[in-house]
């Protein structure tokens, strides 16, 4: 009896465990797929490209998915490969990824790159004067963002300059812990990834070259997994 009683709880909590896993990815899912609409639909008005806006929810959506799904089997399989360091760097790590990302859903929906196809130069300027000038900063400049060159800039500008406060904070969390190869192997994945936004930069000549714009997406993508990693890793073995 005690037997049974003992199997048929481990059971239930087992199957509830798995019912919240599968429900929350089912829900997330689902909202992904609903944003999808949402974005797709809104290059079917008045212009035949998304909202850039609309565009990187879609992709945050999918990546918190994503994340979600990771974070379960990292909790589950006990793999723990990132060094813990002092500090709240690699939680400041993760939030500025996080950030880049989207900007790089603005950047790929507005099509910024073709509006400053060159680095380090934004065209002529090093900042384009357009983003100090008071008047662009409007809420209709920041709705239609396709109006002028202003939001584009700013984007673009924040893109770049994310891109290297990553680089510096990585390499300042990490700075004792290089013997770690997954750290190494992290610095190259951040030194690639921006090497492939200045390489998709410089050829968006009158169009955005796809292989490169995909291959800096998924790095991008391999970037924010890895630094969830890193904070997923810190925390089990704190909890541990």
Do not use: E
């Amino acid at each position: 009896m005690f037997f049974f009683h003992f199997t048929t709880s481990f059971l239930l909590l087992a199957f509830l465990a798995l019912f919240r896993v599968v429900f929350l990815t089912v829900t997330l899912a689902g909202f992904v797929g609903l944003f999808g609409w949402i974005m797709v639909a809104s290059g079917l008005v008045d212009r035949p490209w998304v909202n850039a806006y609309k565009l990187s929810v879609h992709l945050g959506l999918a990546l918190i998915t994503m994340a979600f799904l990771l974070y379960t089997i990292l909790k589950n399989a006990d793999i723990s490969v990132f060094p813990i360091v002092t500090g709240k760097w690699p939680f400041v790590l993760l939030t500025l990824v996080s950030f880049q990302i989207l900007l790089g859903g603005m950047m790929s929906g507005m099509k910024a790159a073709l509006v400053y196809p060159s680095f380090p130069m934004m065209n002529q300027f090093f900042i384009d004067p357009i983003i100090f000038n008071l008047d662009f900063w409007r809420l209709d400049n920041f709705v239609h963002y396709d109006r002028s060159a202003f939001l584009p800039a700013l984007v673009q500008f924040l893109h770049r300059c994310s891109a290297f406060a990553i680089m510096a904070v990585f390499l300042y969390a990490a700075k004792n812990s290089f013997a770690n190869s997954w750290i190494r192997s992290f610095s190259m994945v951040i030194l690639l990834q921006i090497l492939l936004g200045v390489t998709t930069l410089v050829l968006s000549k009158a169009r955005i070259p796809l292989f490169w714009g995909v291959a800096h997406q998924a790095i991008g993508i391999v970037c924010l997994l890895l630094s969830f990693k890193w904070v997923v890793d810190i925390k089990l073995k704190q909890t541990s």
